[in-house]
C-alpha cells in the first residue's frame, strides 16, 4: 500500500543517516549546571518546532504534553517554554554553526546545488535582514534608532527604536536555497562592517570554492568589497545606483550615447516585459580605485493587463537596473548578468521575508531576557552569561529551513506525487508525532 502522508519515523530516519540530527543533537551545548533537560533535547524541541512550523514556544510546550515529541527527543520528562528559554540564553553557538555548515557540505556532495547552475556556476547572495525591533525590550547588545510616530492624538513624536540585525549569506540559483552563515551587527557599526566580516570568514567554513558568483545590493559598491571578492576568488554582481554616484553616472552618460546592444521580449507569470539592455566593459570603478569594471544597465517596460469594469485593459511601467560585475562578457553574455542581477532581487522575496512570515520567527523576548545562567567572569565575580537567545534560536531556525526544504523539494516522492506544498508536509509530520508512537529508544 502506497504512503499516504508523510510520517516522523521516516522523516527522522531520513534526518540521521543523511545529515547525522543525533550526533550533531548530541554536541549542543549550554551555560546551565547539571540540567535535567539535556542541551540535546532543547535542540531537537526547537528544532521539530520549527519542522512542524508551530506557532509559539507555548505551542511546543503543549506539544511537548500532548503528543509523542517528548520522547521523541530523548527528554526525561515534559518541559516548559521556560526550560527552553532559560536553556537558549545561555546555548553555545559553535555546535550550532558547524552543524549549519555541515548541512550545507551534504547538500551540495548529495548535489542539491546543481539544479538551476547559471553558465555552470553556483550562485550565492548576501543580503541584510532585520530580525526584530522593540520600543521597550532592550538588550545590551541591541542597535538603536530614531524614528517618528504619531502619538494618539496625531501628532508626530520622536522615539528610540531597539532592534537587532544581521547580514546573512545564502544559496539562490537552486530550489533548494539554504543559508551558509549570519552575522549580527554590533551597536554603533554599519552593515557593510558586518558584511565584511562574514565573507572573510566563509571561506575558513567552507572553502574558497563553495560557490562562484555573489550577488550583492549597492550597499556594496565598495573597493574592500572588490578586493576581498578578488582574493577569494569569486566573481560578482553588484546592483549600481546613484549611491555610487561616479561610477553610475559615468555608465548613465555613455549609454544614453548609444542605442541599446540587445533588445528582446519576455513572458513571465502573465506579464510582458520588453527589455533593452547595455553593456560596457572598462569604467573607472572609483576615483580612488579607477580599475576597469563591466557595468550592464537593463532598461524594462513591464506590461499588465488590468480588469475595470470587465473591460481589460492594458497598462504599462518603466523600469531601470544597473550593475557592476566582474563576470566576462565571453563567459556570461548581457542577458546572463540580467538574469543573476534579477536572482538577488528575488532573494529579497524569498529569503528571510519567508522566514519571518511563515516560520513564526517572532521569538522577541530572548534578547532582553534577564533570567539567565550565571558564570564567573575574570575578576571573581558572578555575572549573567552574555544572551545567546536570538543568535541560537536564528541557528536552529536556518538549520530547520535547509533540511526541510530538501525534505520536501528533494527527497520526498509523496510531495512531488500529491503536489504537496512545504506547509502541508509541515502539518503532517506534527500530525504523526500524535499518532505514532516511535521506538523504544529513537533510531541513531
Ligand atoms: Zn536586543
Known amino acids: 500500500m502506497k504512503e499516504r502522508a508523510h510520517s516522523l519515523p521516516s522523516f527522522s530516519a531520513w534526518l540521521n543517516k543523511g545529515f547525522d540530527l543525533r550526533a550533531h543533537a548530541a554536541q549542543m551545548a549550554d551555560a546551565r549546571t547539571d540540567p535535567e533537560i539535556s542541551p540535546s533535547s532543547v535542540f531537537l524541541a526547537v528544532f521539530h518546532s520549527f519542522a512542524f512550523r508551530l506557532p509559539s514556544f507555548q505551542q511546543l510546550d503543549r506539544e511537548l504534553s500532548h503528543s509523542y515529541l517528548q520522547s521523541w527527543i530523548d527528554a526525561e520528562r515534559a518541559f516548559g517554554d521556560d526550560t527552553l528559554r532559560y536553556s537558549l540564553c545561555g546555548f553555545e ?27 555552470g556556476c553556483l550562485v550565492a547572495a548576501l543580503d541584510g535582514i532585520e530580525v526584530l525591533s522593540s520600543f521597550s525590550r532592550r538588550c545590551e547588545r541591541c542597535l538603536e534608532r530614531r524614528v517618528t510616530l504619531k502619538d494618539p492624538a496625531g501628532r508626530k513624536i520622536e522615539q528610540t527604536q531597539y532592534y537587532h540585525r544581521a547580514v546573512g549569506c545564502q544559496m539562490v540559483h537552486s530550489p533548494v536555497k539554504p543559508f551558509l552563515a549570519i552575522e549580527w551587527l554590533q551597536p ?13 570568514r566563509l571561506p575558513g567554513l ?10 550583492l545590493d549597492a550597499l556594496y559598491v565598495q573597493t574592500p568589497v572588490l578586493q576581498l571578492v578578488h582574493k577569494i576568488g569569486w566573481d560578482a554582481v553588484i546592483s549600481l545606483k546613484q549611491n555610487s554616484r561616479d561610477l553610475y553616472q559615468s555608465a548613465v552618460r555613455l549609454f544614453a550615447s548609444r542605442p541599446p546592444d540587445v533588445g528582446f521580449t519576455e513572458q513571465r507569470d502573465h506579464k510582458t516585459y520588453h527589455v533593452q539592455l547595455w553593456d560596457t566593459e572598462g569604467l573607472p570603478f572609483t576615483i580612488d580605485n579607477p580599475e ?43 542577458p546572463v548578468i540580467r538574469q543573476l542581477g534579477h536572482s538577488r532581487w528575488k532573494n529579497e522575496n524569498n529569503g528571510w521575508m519567508d522566514l519571518t512570515k511563515h516560520w513564526a520567527f517572532k521569538h522577541g523576548f530572548l534578547h532582553a531576557r534577564r533570567h539567565r545562567p550565571e558564570q ?9 552569561v552574555p544572551n545567546h537567545g536570538l543568535a541560537a534560536v536564528t541557528f536552529i531556525l536556518l538549520i ?30 506534527r500530525a504523526s508525532a500524535s499518532k505514532a508512537p516511535p521506538p523504544i529508544r529513537a533510531p541513531d
Open 400 to 429: 530547520a529551513f535547509a533540511l526541510t526544504s530538501a525534505f520536501v523539494l528533494r527527497h520526498s516522492k509523496l510531495a512531488r506525487r500529491d503536489h504537496l506544498s512545504a506547509i502541508t508536509v509541515a502539518a503532517q509530520l
Open 376 to 384: 564567573i567572569n575574570v575578576s571573581g565575580e558572578r555575572e549573567l
Open 93 to 119: 553557538l559553535d555546535p550550532l554553526e558547524a552543524m549549519l555548515v555541515d548541512v550545507n557540505r551534504r547538500l551540495k556532495r548529495g548535489k542539491a546545488f546543481d539544479e538551476g547552475r547559471v553558465q
Open 188 to 200: 554603533g557599526e554599519g552593515e557593510d562592517a558586518a558584511a565584511l566580516r562574514l565573507l572573510q
Open 292 to 334: 576597469p569594471v563591466r557595468v550592464v544597465r537593463s532598461e524594462e517596460v513591464l506590461e499588465r493587463n488590468r480588469y475595470r469594469q470587465g473591460e481589460r485593459t492594458s497598462y504599462s511601467t518603466d523600469h531601470e537596473w544597473l550593475w557592476v560585475t566582474t563576470l566576462s562578457t565571453r563567459l556570461f553574455p548581457t
Open 206 to 215: 567552507y572553502g574558497s570554492r563553495f560557490f562562484d558568483i555573489l550577488l
